[in-house]
């Protein structure tokens, strides 16, 4: 049993002196701050100092029907968890930590490979679609990791004059979200599930970044990137179906994981797509892998079961 020194909610200050360089969790105090006021959760991060080291693990608290509080780890592999190795230090932290916060947490990191290993309930399964490049240069991943359509494709937008903006200030923000909410209605929702807002809160930060690709001045594709430590996330996507035969997200993502590559991240993380089948095929032609996951509870079995009927509706 760890000796535990303190338990508190997490400051930038614990994030600040808390890492060892090559360290896997999650780090960045300022991203999870921003994100907590994008969605409105309350940020609920917790900070344990025990004899053996620092631990902290980012949580968001949201309430299931908008009764029950449930504290929520950040999708985001190793980024959204605790960097330990051993299943039962891990589980060990974890009750301290619901302990201390006194509600339910859900855990929902695709790349932990302990987290499986420490018998908790899984609510939901689901994936995520990621290409790793170990020692990869972009040549070496676009002649053998992209098929041959898609290297196609990529020829045929770098031939297609389009010209490449990237940024992250409101203009291009309010750029992106114009073509955000078109292609929401081409999936048949008349209203987007993240307002401009949730986007404007990331205005300038250096961790976020739109690139767009423009035909005669007309927005008509964009992707939304974070860049953690060790990996490039495409966060959102949109397209003007009526330029789609230019290939302009193509030519966008070759060009990120390009990108990618030079600054030496570990992987290109595509995210999951749900339902969107075409979409998944699009990610699987960049050599993307479909990476199942659970998504597991720690609480009251009754919250636990309110969870699973709103997850899976």
């Known amino acids: 049993m760890m000796n535990i020194k303190s338990i508190h909610y997490s400051c930038g200050d614990d994030f600040c002196d808390s890492q060892i360089p090559g360290a896997q969790a999650f780090s960045n105090w300022d991203f999870i701050e921003t994100l907590s006021k994008a ?15 620092k631990y902290i693990i980012p949580l968001l608290e949201r309430k299931a029907l908008g009764i029950y509080p449930i504290a929520f780890s950040l999708p985001f592999g190793l980024y959204g968890g605790i960097d330990v190795s051993e299943a039962e230090l891990y589980i060990e932290l974890m009750e301290h930590i619901k302990k201390f916060l006194g ?37 070496d991943v676009f002649k053998t990791i992209f098929n041959a359509k898609l290297r196609n494709q990529i020829r045929k937008g770098e031939k297609s004059n389009l010209t490449i903006r990237e940024g992250n200030d409101e203009d291009i923000i309010n750029a992106f979200y114009e073509l955000y909410v078109l292609t929401n209605l081409r999936w048949g929702k008349r ?26 001045e007309k927005v008509i594709s964009a992707i939304v990137l974070l860049k953690l430590s060790g990996q490039y996330f495409y966060w959102f996507g949109a ?14 993502l070759s060009r990120t994981i390009k990108e990618a590559i030079e600054a030496r991240a570990e992987f290109f993380n595509f995210g999951a797509s749900g339902k969107l089948f075409d979409v998944k095929k699009f990610k699987e032609s960049f050599g993307a892998k479909e990476i199942p996951y659970d998504i597991y509870f720690m609480g009251n079995p009754l919250t636990r079961y309110t969870l699973t009927k709103l997850i899976r509706k």
């Open 191 to 216: 209203h987007p599930k993240y307002s401009i807002d949730f986007f404007k809160a990331f205005a300038g930060k250096p961790y976020f970044e739109i690139k767009l690709s423009m035909f005669d």
């Open 239 to 252: 397209l003007n179906k009526d330029y789609g035969e230019y290939c302009p997200n193509h030519l966008l």
């Open 103 to 139: 509600c339910a947490i859900v855990l929902q990191n695709p790349f932990d490979p302990v987290l499986p290993r420490i018998n908790l309930p899984s609510v939901y399964r689901v994936y995520t679609h990621v290409v790793e490049f170990g020692n990869a240069t972009y040549e």
């Open 39 to 53: 969605t409105g959760y309350k940020n609920v991060s917790v900070t344990i100092e025990a004899n053996s080291g």
